[in-house]
């Protein structure tokens, strides 16, 4: 990923999924369960930025990529046109983020 230079600020990238499942579960849960758990797991795949070390991102990347799948499989069990639409885009950013990754891992 070398020729992909991170920007001096990250901080960004450090906002922890926790506020938005803390404000998920304090606000009632008015988000539907499986798709905002699927979209917090999701962020995971952002996290490949903090990564210095190749082998390290490697052993991690699976469960990164494959995180998105385990809720996401449950909207789709649901079977609803619209739930499924808004989960192939998801299940998509993953797809693309993963080609990302992999093809630039030095």
Do not use: C
């Not at 991170?6 to 499986?34: C, H, L, V, Y």
């Not at 917090?40 to 903090?50: A, E, S, V």
């Not at 609803?80 to 093809?103: P, Q």
């Amino acid at each position: 990923m070398a020729r992909f230079q991170r920007p001096e600020d990250i901080n960004f990238m450090a906002q922890r999924t926790e506020e938005a499942e803390t404000a998920f579960k304090k606000g009632g849960r008015k988000a539907p369960r499986f798709h905002m758990q699927a979209l917090i797991d999701g962020w995971q795949l952002f996290n490949w930025i903090w990564f210095v070390d190749k082998d390290e991102l490697e052993e991690q990347w699976p469960t990164f990529k494959d995180a998105v799948y385990f809720n996401g499989n449950k909207v789709l069990e649901m079977d609803k046109e619209l739930d499924t639409a808004w989960m192939d885009a998801l299940y998509n950013v993953s797809k693309a983020t993963h080609g990302f990754v992999t093809a630039n891992l030095e």
